[in-house]
C-alpha cells in the first residue's frame, strides 16, 4: 500500500511535535522534500514483496474448550509433525504463544497481537521439528510476557497444577503447567526477568534459561533485545539438555549471538563425574525482606547441602551486587522495554537480523487502538518508561547498560572462585492467583514480587537452571544453579546428578 506524503499541515504537526517553529515558507519547502523521500518506501514495499514468506497450508489450530483446557494452559491445540526421526522424534512440545509458529494463530497473551497469524516459523521450531518433534500447540503466556504471575493474559488465569487456586508463574505460564500436568513432553519457553526459571520452580519442573545468546531468538516476540532469552521446560534434566541440543547455535539472523559461538554437547556430558566441583551458596539470594518464605530457604538450602553427597564441596558466597544487579534490570527492562516492545512496536530499530514488518504493522496498529486492554503490569511500564524517556531523555538506560558489564563482571569473579552459585529460584511457593477486581497495587505486586533472584541474571546472561529442591506447604521449591557463560553444561550436570541423587522429581497429586 503506498504511504501517502503529508500535506503541509501535517508537516507543520510534525515539526511541533519535535518543538520547532517553521515559517510558513519552509513548511511548503519540506513538504515536496518529505514527500520525495517517502517515494522509497514504496520502491522497498513492492521489493519486499518479492522475499516475503508464504505461510505454509495445512497447519490447522483450534482453541480448545474450557472443558479440555481446565488449567486455561492452551491458546490453540495443533498437531504438527516434524521429521520421522531425530533426537526428539514422537515427543510433543508445547511452544510459548510469544514465538511464530506459522499458519498458527499467535497471541502473545495480548490484545495487541490477537489476530495475528504468522508466516514464517521461529528458528527454535523449525530446529524442533527438524528433530522429529511434533507441535502440539501454542501455550498461554502473560500479556506482552510482561509477568512473573499466571494471572495477565486476556485469555484468563493459568492454574498451577499442584493446586488450580495458585499461579504457575509467569510469563511461559502455560508452558509450565501443560508440561508438569503432563499433557506434554516438552515446551519452550523466554526468559527476560525469569519467566522460564520462575514457572519452572512454581510448577515443580526443569527450566533452564541458556547463557544469552546461545539459542536464536529469530522469531520470537522480544521485550528488551539484551535480556531476552529462549529455553526448555521439562520434567527431567536429561529432557532439557536433549531440547538444548537442538537449539542451541548460531542462526545468523540474530544479533544477540556471538560470531564464535560454539555450542557444547549437553545430554553427553549428563552423567559424569562431578565430584571435586565447588558449589557456592550466594547469602543475598536468601532472606529477602517481605519476600522470603523460611521454609523455601531451608529447603534450597538442605537441598544444596545434600550436594556434598556428590562430592561436591559446598560453600558460603557474599554476593552484594545481586541485590543492586536488580535496580540495574527494572531500569533496562522499563526504560528499554518501552523503547522496543511499545514504541518500537516490538521489534525496535538500528541492529541488523531478521524482522517481522506484518507482526510490526498488526502490533503497531492495535496498541493504539486497544491501549486501554493491557495488563497493570504492562500499562506500569509504559507510563514509567515514557515518563524516563520525556523527562530524563533514557540517560538512566544508559548508565544501566554500562553497569551491566560491571554486574558480569561480579558474577564472573564470584564463579572465577566456584563452579556453580546457587539460591532459590523464587523466594516463595506459589501464591494464590489475585483476582481480576483486586487493586491494580496487588496484580502488580503478584506479577513482579518473585523475580528479584531469577532478573539479575538476564542483564548478566549467564545460564541458570532451576530444579525441585522439595516441597514447602505442600507446594514445589525451585533452586537454582547459575554458571559461567557459555558453560551450560555445568549447570545441567550438576541438576541431572542432583536429581538421581533424590530419586526424581515430584509429580502434581492427581485431581
Wanted: proline residues 8%; glycine residues 10%.
Amino acid at each position: 500500500m503506498p504511504v501517502r506524503p503529508p500535506d503541509e499541515n501535517e508537516v507543520a504537526a510534525l515539526a511541533a511535535s519535535y518543538g520547532m517553529k517553521p515559517t510558513p515558507e519552509e513548511v511548503a519547502a519540506y513538504t515536496p522534500i518529505v514527500a520525495a523521500f517517502l517515494t522509497s518506501y514504496d520502491a522497498v514495499e513492492e521489493l519486499y514483496a518479492g522475499i516475503a514468506p508464504q505461510a505454509p497450508g495445512d497447519r490447522p489450530s483450534t482453541r480448545p474448550a474450557e472443558t479440555d483446557n481446565p488449567l486455561g494452559a492452551w491458546y490453540v491445540t495443533t498437531d504438527i509433525h516434524g521429521a520421522a526421526d531425530g533426537p526428539l522424534a514422537g515427543r510433543t512440545v508445547a511452544v510459548k504463544d510469544n514465538i511464530a509458529v506459522a499458519g498458527v494463530p499467535m497471541m502473545n497473551g495480548s490484545h495487541t497481537v490477537e489476530g495475528y497469524v504468522p508466516a514464517e516459523d521461529a528458528t527454535v521450531v523449525t530446529r524442533l521439528l527438524e528433530a522429529g518433534a511434533t507441535v502440539a500447540g501454542k501455550a498461554v503466556c502473560e500479556d506482552l510476557c510482561f509477568s512473573g504471575g499466571s494471572h495477565t493474559s486476556v485469555t484468563g488465569p493459568v492454574r498451577n497444577p499442584w493446586d488450580p487456586s495458585r499461579t504457575t508463574g509467569g510469563s511461559s505460564s502455560g508452558s509450565a503447567a501443560l508440561v508438569a500436568a503432563g499433557e506434554v513432553d516438552l515446551a519452550l519457553g523466554g526468559d527476560q526477568g525469569g519467566s522460564i526459571r520462575m514457572p519452572a520452580a512454581f510448577s515443580g519442573i526443569v527450566g533452564h534459561k541458556p547463557t544469552h545468546g546461545l539459542v536464536p531468538y529469530t522469531g520470537a516476540f522480544p521485550i528488551e533485545l539484551t535480556l531476552d532469552h529462549l529455553g526448555p521446560m521439562t520434567r527431567t534434566v536429561a529432557d532439557a539438555a536433549a531440547v538444548l541440543d537442538v537449539l542451541a547455535g548460531r542462526d545468523g539472523n540474530d544479533p544477540r549471538q556471538p560470531a564464535d559461538l560454539a555450542p557444547e554437547q549437553y545430554a553427553d556430558a549428563l552423567g559424569g563425574d562431578v565430584s571435586g566441583l565447588r558449589v557456592g551458596v550466594v547469602a543475598q539470594g536468601f532472606g529477602w525482606e517481605e519476600l522470603s518464605e523460611p521454609g523455601v530457604d531451608d529447603t534450597v538450602r538442605a537441598a544444596a547441602g545434600r550436594l556434598r553427597e556428590l562430592g561436591i564441596e559446598v560453600v558460603d558466597v557474599d554476593l552484594p551486587w545481586h541485590r543492586h544487579a536488580l535496580h540495574v534490570w527494572n531500569v533496562i527492562a522499563t526504560d528499554g522495554g518501552t523503547v522496543q516492545m511499545i514504541e518500537g512496536n516490538g521489534y525496535g530499530w538500528n541492529y541488523e537480523g531478521r524482522y517481522d514488518p506484518e507482526l510490526v504493522a498488526h502490533y503497531g496498529r492495535q496498541r493504539r487502538e486497544v491501549v486501554d486492554r493491557w495488563s497493570p503490569t504492562v500499562t506500569a511500564v509504559a507510563l514509567a518508561g515514557r515518563w524516563s524517556m520525556e523527562r530524563e531523555q533514557t540517560r538512566h538506560y544508559a548508565m544501566a547498560q554500562n553497569l551491566a558489564v560491571e554486574v558480569r563482571r561480579q558474577y564472573d569473579a564470584a564463579l572465577a572462585d566456584v563452579d556453580l552459585l546457587v539460591m532459590p529460584t523464587v523466594p516463595m511457593v506459589a501464591p494464590e492467583i489475585p483476582a481480576a477486581d483486586d487493586p491494580i497495587e496487588v496484580r502488580v505486586a503478584r506479577a513482579l514480587e518473585m523475580i528479584v533472584n531469577c532478573a539479575p541474571f538476564d542483564v548478566s546472561g549467564h545460564p541458570a537452571t532451576s530444579v525441585p529442591a522439595g516441597l514447602s506447604q505442600g507446594l514445589p521449591v525451585g533452586m537454582m544453579l547459575v554458571g559461567r557463560r557459555f558453560e551450560d553444561t555445568t549447570c545441567l550436570k550438576v541438576a541431572h546428578a542432583f536429581e538421581q541423587l533424590v530419586g526424581g522429581f515430584p509429580r502434581p497429586p492427581s485431581r
